[in-house]
């Protein structure tokens, strides 16, 4: 299997297939007018919020990240919002968004997503997206209680002689070389552990037996917690890196659906999100009151201590030289 290399895009989503095959829901406005358009890739737009979108609004699916970018950039397929996660929004060229607005939405957010709203440039900028939703990497186990029980070693367990060729990373390296704390020798170790670098995918092969340890973002896997008994999610203590899935409107398009967006942050959709695995960056104590009620191990996952989420960082655009200095790094660690 060939590895993924680091890209322009910070390496946060390398490895995802290119597939333009997408469905359109929603009719024609009225007046002979097309009405505007939210394009969301499948799996990272829930579907109890994309069903609510107003009926002024058309709700398009695109197979994957790359293909909501590819038909942005079709000059006949442009959208009114997009939904791509932090990674792939600061690739896109800055002057192909425009200021989101909603201040007073975006008020109601955690200080810690204002620099991702902002697309991480400097303070005072205007935000240019709507973080609406945020969570670390976890480790996801199926049959191995003896590895859960050893939960104190953090993700020294990714290491573990047992998982040789049976682990999913993810498909970008920079999420593993966070992880190894960019130590040359724990990196080569893990590269060595691994069955695919697959991210969107490699759930699949967790669940069909062909691995038994994955690296997968917190919400893709949250919901399988009550459903399937084999399966463990850990968040070291270590913490993890941040990813965010965002709403950024492009230029030339429409005042954004306001109502439509602080659902998002209220009940009762509220709870339904969070049940699925997605958090909003509201204050720590609205999500205490939205999660009474949750299981015990459900609500410490979707709101660790906090000592623990000070430890997990969100991934800001790289440096042309640090960049460089990674992709040395991940080159010189091939297994």
């Known amino acids: 299997m060939v590895a993924p290399t680091l890209s322009r895009r910070q390496a946060l989503q390398l490895g995802v297939n290119a597939g333009l095959a997408l469905t359109s829901l929603g009719l024609l406005g009225g007046c002979g007018r097309e009405a505007p358009r939210l394009r969301a890739s499948r799996g990272d737009l829930p579907a109890a919020w994309a069903t609510q979108l107003p009926r002024s609004w058309q709700l398009q699916w695109c197979d994957d990240p790359a293909a909501v970018e590819q038909q942005q950039a079709n000059a006949n397929g442009r959208a009114g919002l997009l939904q791509l996660s932090d990674g792939w929004a600061n690739g896109l060229d800055r002057a192909a968004v425009q200021p989101f607005g909603q201040p007073a939405l975006l008020a109601r957010l955690t200080p810690a997503a204002a620099p991702v709203a902002r697309l991480f440039a400097p303070e005072g900028a205007p935000a240019l997206a709507f973080p609406w939703s945020y969570g670390p990497w ?7 209680p003896d590895l859960a029980r050893r939960a104190e070693e953090g993700w020294q367990l990714l290491l573990d002689p047992s998982l040789r060729g049976r682990l999913v990373l993810p498909s970008s390296p920079r999420v593993s070389i966070a992880l190894m704390e960019a130590d040359p020798g724990r990196l080569r170790q893990l590269r060595r552990q691994a069955l695919a670098y697959d991210d969107r995918d490699g759930l699949s092969l967790l669940l069909a037996g062909e691995a038994e340890a994955a690296v997968l973002p917190r919400q893709r896997v949250l919901p399988l917690l009550r459903r399937d008994p084999r399966l463990r999610i850990l968040l070291p203590a270590s ?17 954004p659906p306001g109502e439509w967006l602080a659902e998002v942050l209220e009940p009762p959709l509220l709870a339904r999100l969070l049940a699925a695995g997605w958090v909003p960056p509201l204050p720590r104590g609205q999500l205490q009151e939205a999660l009474q009620g949750f299981p015990d191990e459900q609500a410490q996952l979707l709101l660790p201590p906090e000592p623990v989420l ?12 640090e960049r460089q ?6 080159d010189q660690t091939a297994a």
């Not at 976890?138 to 191995?144: A, H, P, S």
């Not at 890196?241 to 409107?249: A, F, H, I, K, Y």
């Open 325 to 330: 200095r990674l992709q040395i790094l991940w």
């Open 138 to 144: 976890v480790l996801l186990l199926r049959d191995r």
């Open 239 to 255: 913490g993890a890196p941040l990813s965010w899935n965002l709403l950024l409107r492009p230029s030339g398009g429409p005042e």
């Open 310 to 321: 000070a430890r997990c960082p969100s991934l800001p655009p790289l440096e042309a030289a």
